[in-house]
T-cell receptor, first 114, second 112 residues
Framework: ETGVTQTPRHLVMGMTNKKSLKCEQH?????MYWYKQSAKKPLELMFV???????ENNSVPSRFSPECPNSSHLFLHLHTLQPEDSALYLCASSQEISSTDEQFFGPGTRLTVL | TQLLEQSPQFLSIQEGENLTVYCNSSSVFSSLQWYRQEPGEGPVLLVT?????EVKKLKRLTFQFGDARKDSSLHITAAQPGDTGLYLCAGVISGSARQLTFGSGTQLTVLP
């Protein structure tokens, strides 16, 4: 497996469920990101990790909880979500956090909250 | 108000036509990137521009960064169906944290 992988690719959950999204990068990068992509809205940066330390949290509600156990893996734990949280959740990685470093994106998890 | 405005939002053209899409802001960017996203996939980087007035070419794609580093354009010559996708510009605002700010994208459809 190469690049950035995400599982599951599709997820349907109720508002009271707890689920987790998983991201894995096989590129040896030090930085990892979670983005939310909703219809007709720009990609929204949610969290940034550098060497397993969270360096940015863009005012994301606490019902989203990230975890970075090592530099290759990133999780997004979901709890008591709302229907407006339905979106495509994209994981990305880059060599470092730099304005010019290329970010490599995974294919995303399509989340539907009922 | 979005920091990066992309236009047009949607564009449908015939194979062989030329097109230009725009990315505009009132903020100055230290760098700007263009990505293409296809259905079911994440965005893929096409180019990074860092110098005001810079022009980069990638086969039939020409990218320009405005002199004041507030805007950028992507021109495609002789579009092909394989160019279909969502084109996203993203930039890092000068003097800010290093996070990328994305535009909402231009959805391009090239009809055979």
């Amino acid at each position: 497996e190469t690049g950035v992988t995400q599982t599951p690719r599709h997820l349907v959950m109720g508002m009271t469920n707890k689920k987790s999204l998983k991201c894995e990068q096989h590129l040896g990068h030090n930085a990892m990101y979670w983005y939310k992509q909703s219809a007709k809205k720009p990609l929204e940066l949610m969290f940034v990790y550098s060497l397993e330390e969270r360096v940015e949290n863009n005012s994301v509600p606490s019902r989203f909880s990230p975890e970075c156990p090592n530099s290759s893996h990133l999780f997004l734990h979901l709890h008591t979500l709302q229907p407006e949280d339905s979106a495509l959740y994209l994981c990305a990685s880059s060599q470092e956090i730099s304005s010019t470093d290329e970010q490599f994106f995974g294919p995303g998890t399509r989340l539907t909250v009922l | 108000t979005q920091l990066l405005e992309q236009s047009p939002q949607f564009l449908s053209i015939q194979e062989g036509e030329n097109l230009t899409v725009y990315c505009n802001s009132s903020s100055v960017f230290s760098s700007l990137q263009w990505y293409r996203q296809e259905p079911g996939e994440g965005p893929v980087l096409l180019v990074t521009v860092v110098t005001g007035g810079e022009v980069k070419k990638l086969k039939r794609l020409t990218f320009q960064f405005g002199d004041a580093r507030k805007d950028s354009s992507l021109h495609i010559t002789a579009a092909q169906p394989g160019d279909t996708g969502l084109y996203l510009c993203a930039g890092v605002i000068s003097g800010s944290a290093r996070q990328l700010t994305f535009g909402s994208g231009t959805q391009l459809t090239v009809l055979p």
